[in-house]
């Protein structure tokens, strides 16, 4: 495995010439734009078919996906695909006890823009620009999302109540700003297999793991102080959008109109890359 930032499958020359970065070996090799639309396009379509996402969140998967990997190549390009597979089998870990109805409609296109959009604009940054500390920031991002991902996911499961990040008051099970233990934990090792998987592809780990860990708590403090809440009248649900799967309409509880629980993920995984890229 080479030194962060530069890539493990560029032993270097006999001669003690230095490794290959990242943005030039042959694992980021890029493909041609026509090969990167077509390759998107068949996976956001098998994603759509499996109802991992929405038709409107497919069209923005395909766009994401045909922007990362057309400008940044295979190793963001490799990332993304881990962050989105293993989020998805999560998500479906447990759907009776999460409230399957409601999650087997799949990612919609603002939570495809949300947790893939600044990845995308890295890569262009990274793979067309020459950023140096793009590609860092790239892997600290998904990192971000992917811990938090986890967490919701896994922590939905969890035997303890959650509880506010920021008071330690119990709350319902999926409210934002809510931790459990079982879900942290969960969080830390999705950051974990991200940045595992950087450094299998020269990107540096610990930053990959920082940012990671730090976008997680990032999400948490955001969506327990930030984020807009409702409160429904009819069944006293506590609600990220208005309407309410009762029928009731939601009343402002709590947050600043306009601070949606996709808007806090953007942030959260902002938060990641910028971590990733001073550590880096």
Known sequence: MGPPGQCAGSPGSPSGEPR????????????????????????????????????????????????????????PALLLVLFFSSSSLLTRLGWARKGGAERRRGRRAAQVVANGGLPAVLAVAGGLLGVEWALPA?????????????????????????????????????????????????????????????????????????GGVAGLVADSLLGATLQVTYRCPVCGRTLEEPACPCGGSGRHLQGLPGITNDVVNLLASATGAAVAALVA
């Open 20 to 75: 290959k970065p990242v943005s030039e070996c042959e694992c980021s090799r890029v493909p041609p734009w026509e090969v990167a639309a077509g390759l998107a396009v068949v996976a956001a379509a098998l994603a759509a078919r499996l109802r991992l996402l929405t038709p409107g969140g497919a069209v923005a998967a395909a766009l994401v996906g045909a922007v990362v990997l057309g400008a940044g190549g295979w190793t």
């Open 138 to 210: 790239l892997a600290g991002a998904l990192a971000a999302t992917t811990a938090d991902t986890w967490a919701t996911e896994v922590g939905l499961l969890s035997p303890a109540p959650p509880r506010l990040i920021t008071t330690g008051a119990v709350v319902e099970p999926g409210r934002s700003g809510g931790v459990t233990p079982l879900g942290t934990a969960a969080g830390v090792a999705g950051a974990g297999v991200l940045a595992v998987a950087a450094a299998l592809v020269g990107l540096p780990a610990a930053a990959t793991l920082l």
